[in-house]
Nanobody
Framework: QVQLVESGGGLVQAGAPLRLSCAAS????????MGWFRQAPGKEREFVAA????????YYADFVKGRFTISRDNAKNTVYLQMNSLKPEDTAVYYC?????????????????WGQGTQVTVSS
């Protein structure tokens, strides 16, 4: 079992930055690739970003490329999502998820664990 706890969400104005954190406990964090997903009201949960076990590979949804950066600190069992130039359409609950998989990181079906989410609200 892996327990994931997201933090760092809040209410910000358009254009502002925000950094989300996801702390993991339980099994060895370094054994998992990590992803961030988000879900807006009335919409499906969608892929945002993912990072390989060592941090050597990162992947992004087209709508966040150049604005968001995913990173991880395996010594701290934490994955981060730095979000810059936020837009009102980024408003959603953001979830971090863990997978033992090695590919297909944009597909939620490969993820084994996820947290409770943190709300991000961007005002215009």
């Amino acid at each position: 079992q892996v327990q994931l706890v997201e933090s760092g969400g809040g209410l910000v104005q358009a254009g502002a930055p925000l950094r989300l954190s996801c702390a993991a406990s339980g099994r060895t964090f370094g054994n998992y690739a990590m992803g961030w997903f988000r879900q807006a009201p009335g919409k499906e949960r969608e892929f945002v970003a993912a990072i390989r076990r060592s941090g050597g590979g990162t992947y992004y949804a087209d709508f966040v490329k150049g604005r968001f950066t995913i990173s991880r600190d395996n010594a701290k069992n934490t994955v981060y999502l730095q979000m810059n130039s936020l837009k009102p359409e980024d408003t959603a609950v953001y979830y971090c998820e863990a997978t033992m998989g090695y590919s297909g990181y944009g597909d939620r079906r490969i993820y084994d664990y996820w947290g409770q989410g943190t709300q991000v609200t961007v005002s215009s």
